[in-house]
């Protein structure tokens, strides 16, 4: 725009100056000369970005700038003597181009100081979006390894809680069956080979598994347990398998915020307990039975030891009251001597029976009168 703002400078005069030019062609150059100067202004308009004021005094300046070239040429039209038209320019019209030329080389100064300030905002920006940026960076770096150390402590955790169930497992009797709510195993405690002869990958995600190892009225209890949605622990003893191992079975409900959530099975092997406890029946019965036994035997021995006792305090007293009559005396004494032998081998078979339960009888290999024994 300064450029043709300084090519109209100098053609006014030289156009007015010169001889047998009309007022149309002067006009026709002028209007061609503002309508470039509008397109330019229209440009700038459209790109400034600054004081509202500064364009409006531009616009202003060019109005005032082409009326006062108008008012040469209205007046000066016909005068063929430069010097008095240069004079007169100078005078009247020049002004106007040194105040618009001075708002244009303002408004380009504050607008290249404005894209100068824009551009270090720019740079400025640049700047902090580079260290945001890094920022940002440093702190996902952070996050991510903060939640990898979190969730390795979660995975160490749970590896460590899982060691300890499997050593737990190791060394008990009982196996653990974790249920969902579809009553499918997610977790089976590794020791269910060991105790009920059944390897873990057989029971998990399936339930009909340890069905089939149930009797049918074992088999309907459980499924009930599994149906009912009861806080309390369910308990019952189990036959299981061919085998028919002597178990129990436990199930204990999981509640998460008041809502049955999953069920831990127990399962325990006590057929070893229960054999000893049948074994500890057996020998209390045999002990009743012993203890009977032997009431019964002392009863009848004291019959039968109270026999010959009476015989010989009955035959002693009849020979001290006989002392007169040796028949009499030789009668009794047979009779106290007979009853004697007979109570002494009443006291042997009491003796033998104790040495029998002691294990401590001895055989002795001898010649007997079998028909004396009967």
Request: proline residues 2%; glycine residues 4%; negative net charge.
């Amino acid at each position: 725009m300064k450029n043709l703002l300084y090519g109209m400078r100098t053609s006014l005069p030289t156009l007015l100056a010169t001889p047998g030019i009309t007022a149309a062609e002067i006009d026709e150059i002028l209007q061609k000369q503002k309508s470039m100067q509008e397109a330019s202004l229209e440009i700038i308009s459209l790109k400034f970005r600054g004081n509202e004021k500064e364009l409006a005094d531009l616009k202003k300046s060019m109005l005032d700038l082409w009326q006062a070239r108008r008012v040469m040429v209205n007046e000066l039209l016909g005068n063929s003597n430069f010097e008095y038209i240069n004079t007169y320019y100078i005078r009247e019209v020049l002004p106007y181009f040194e105040k618009f030329d001075s708002l244009l080389t303002n408004l380009s100064k504050n607008a290249t100081h404005r894209s100068d300030e824009i551009l270090k905002q720019m740079e400025e920006l640049r700047e902090l979006s580079i260290i945001a940026t890094l920022l940002i960076g440093i702190i996902i770096i952070y996050s991510i390894r903060y939640l990898r150390n979190l969730e390795w402590e979660k995975h160490k955790e749970s590896a460590y809680r899982e060691r300890l169930l499997n050593m737990l497992t190791t060394n008990i009797d009982e196996v653990f069956f974790i249920s969902s709510k579809d009553k499918t195993f997610e977790y089976v405690s590794s020791n269910s080979e060991r105790v009920i002869g059944v390897p873990t990958e057989a029971f998990l995600h399936d339930c009909s598994k340890l069905y089939s190892l149930l009797t049918d009225k074992d088999r309907e209890w459980l499924d009930k347990v599994f149906e009912n949605t009861s806080t309390d622990m369910q308990e019952r003893e189990v036959m299981l398998g061919k085998e028919e191992r002597r178990c129990n079975i436990r199930v204990y409900p999981i509640f998460l915020n008041g809502v049955l959530n999953q069920r831990i099975t127990v399962l325990s092997d006590q057929t070893k307990e229960f054999a000893y406890r049948q074994a500890l029946s057996d020998a209390l019965e045999n002990a009743r039975n012993a203890s009977t036994a032997k009431s019964h035997f002392l009863a009848h021995m004291s019959h039968e030891i109270r026999t010959p006792m009476n015989a010989i305090i009955g035959m002693t007293t009849i020979a001290l009251t006989r002392l007169d009559d040796r028949a009499r005396m030789e009668d009794c004494l047979t009779k106290i001597s007979l009853s004697s032998r007979h109570l002494l081998g009443l006291i042997n078979d009491v003796l033998d029976i104790s040495k029998i339960e002691g294990g401590k009888l001895t055989i002795a290999h001898e010649p007997f009168n079998f028909q004396a024994s009967l």
